[in-house]
């Protein structure tokens, strides 16, 4: 014998009203910088003056190594020239 269904009870659920938006500061534009011709004449001089010193930082650091690449060569030759020296004897 079957067993009788009883409908169930659909119950609907109101979505929460949403919460009041948060007011919010209104965004400020950053300010707008101008170069008057005196302003761009200075900031290319002075970017060409930071090239100029960091080239001449570099060049002085490559001769820095040059110069002392050339001097262990000459201390290497000298010492093969005292040790072939004392086996010649």
């Known amino acids: 014998m079957p067993l009788p269904v009883e409908p169930t009870a659909i ?8 919460p009041a938006p948060v007011p919010t500061a209104p965004v400020s534009s950053p300010p707008v910088v101008q170069l008057t011709p005196g302003a761009l004449v200075a900031l290319v001089g002075g970017g060409t003056a930071v090239v ?7 060049v002085s650091l490559l001769l ?3 110069v002392t690449a050339a001097s262990v060569a000459v201390c290497a ?4 020239s005292m040790l072939n020296g004392q086996h010649k004897r």
């Not at 119950?11 to 949403?18: D, L, N």
């Open 52 to 58: 100029l010193v960091v080239g001449t930082v570099l």
């Open 77 to 80: 030759v000298v010492l093969r």
């Open 64 to 66: 820095a190594v040059a």
């Open 11 to 18: 119950v609907q659920h109101t979505p929460a009203p949403a």
